[in-house]
């Protein structure tokens, strides 16, 4: 059975897509069945996995508002993991599940008709505690983080682990930090170095080892349609990708 990973940080721009993409298209590498559900309305997941959002004949809109089966919408990217792919009509989705009764459970209801044919299925979160992302939230195992080595980025992160906290409470007993990873990572900055270790600290063995560098070939995959492992696979980035895997899979053997 798959376990269900959100990729999740209520502050934007910290490579949430990135990581999500690229972990997918690691898994895959690495022999796994992997699922990735796009949650965001922008449909960037989508895009940077070689899926043209415009062209989708049935999207996540589509099976959490008309019912539509998630095997019917799934499409599989050039990486060899499957993709739940989004678009703009995904924003919509707020206003139409806001009356459902058990709204904040439909993707839930979705993901688990499919669940058994993965090992992994990772959900590409908004960055906004949104009805979308708590539908992400409240069927998954656990939460990977991706976040930056910045001063700010430790402010958004107390607001996230209260989120989580408070789903874990309410509506997901089964809900955990699975692990930060610390992204966009430049060595040349001492600051980088200081929060990255305060994150070690306080969070310990929640930190994964695998670091992820600043690369510029990561940043031009998206654009390509394609993964960063895909793209370049002897970027710094995509080995860095391809080792987070590798590290996933062992973490969560372990468990």
Same mark, same amino acid.
């Given at each position: ?110 993901? =688990?008709?499919?669940?058994? &044919?993965?090992?992994? /299925? ?7 505690? *949104?009805?979308? #992302? %708590? ?33 874990? =409470?309410?509506?997901?007993? &089964?809900?955990?930090? /699975? ?7 430049? *060595?040349?900055? #001492? %600051? ?64």
């Amino acid at each position: 059975m798959a376990k269900i990973f959100c990729v999740a940080n209520q502050k934007g721009g910290v490579g949430k897509t990135t990581t999500s993409v690229n972990l997918a298209a690691s898994l895959a590498k690495q022999k796994q069945r992997v699922l990735l559900i796009d949650l965001d309305p922008q449909g960037n997941a989508t895009m940077g996995s070689g899926i043209d959002k415009t062209q989708c004949e049935n999207t996540l809109y589509e099976v959490l508002v008309d019912g539509v089966a998630l095997a019917e919408a799934r499409l599989k990217s050039m990486a060899g993991y499957d993709v739940l792919p989004a678009n703009r009509e995904l924003a919509g989705a707020e206003i139409e599940l806001v009356n459902r009764a058990q709204r904040e459970r439909q993707l839930g209801a979705a993901i =688990a008709v499919v669940q058994a &044919e993965y090992d992994f /299925i990772l959900i590409d979160c908004p960055p906004a505690l *949104s009805l979308l #992302t %708590l539908n992400g939230l409240c069927c998954a195992n656990g939460v990977v983080i991706p976040m930056q080595c910045e001063y700010f980025a430790l402010e958004g992160l107390s607001d996230l682990l209260d989120t989580i906290k408070r789903v874990h =409470a309410n509506l997901n007993r &089964e809900l955990q930090i /699975i692990g930060l990873l610390r992204v966009m990572f430049d *060595s040349r900055i #001492t %600051l980088q170095h200081q929060v990255s270790d305060q994150l070690q600290q306080h969070f310990g063995d929640k930190v994964f080892n695998t670091i992820i560098p600043r690369n510029v070939r990561l940043a031009e995959a998206p654009s390509h349609g394609m993964p960063g492992i895909v793209f370049d696979p002897s970027s710094r980035g995509a080995k860095a990708y391809l080792q987070f895997g590798a590290e996933m899979i062992k973490r969560i053997r372990a468990k």
